[in-house]
């Protein structure tokens, strides 16, 4: 079964930075597309950022030049490097992986604070 452990979330101040982790099990990480979502209270989960087997990238437009998506398949890890956060930028933030119907982790939450 599939499991996906995200970590590293946190309290920060604007302009602060944050290294987002989410740990894969239970699968061939390397086969599967992964991303991030966030998800602010009363709104609906965004796609943040992803990440293809190929290493290619894609970013959601107001996190461009701000925000890294990566992976390290042999540690099945996909990161999510945060810098220039902003308060907009607090949620709970999900990763997920392209595989079947997908699967979510348990959501880390971020918060930015003016």
């Known amino acids: 079964q599939v499991q996906l452990a995200e970590s590293g979330g946190g309290l920060v101040q604007v302009g602060g930075s944050l290294r987002l982790s989410c740990v894969a099990s239970g699968s061939t990480f390397s086969r599967n597309a992964m991303g991030w979502y966030r998800q602010a209270p009363g709104k609906q989960r965004d796609v943040v950022a992803i990440i293809g087997t190929d290493g290619s990238t894609d970013y959601a437009d107001p996190v461009k030049g701000r925000f890294t998506i990566s992976r390290d398949n042999a540690k099945s890890t996909v990161y999510l490097q945060m810098n220039s956060l902003k308060p907009d930028d607090t949620a709970v933030y999900y990763c997920?992986?392209?595989?079947?119907?997908?699967?979510w982790g348990q959501g880390t939450q971020v918060t930015v604070s003016s």
């Open positions: 997920k992986m392209w595989l079947a119907n997908g699967y």
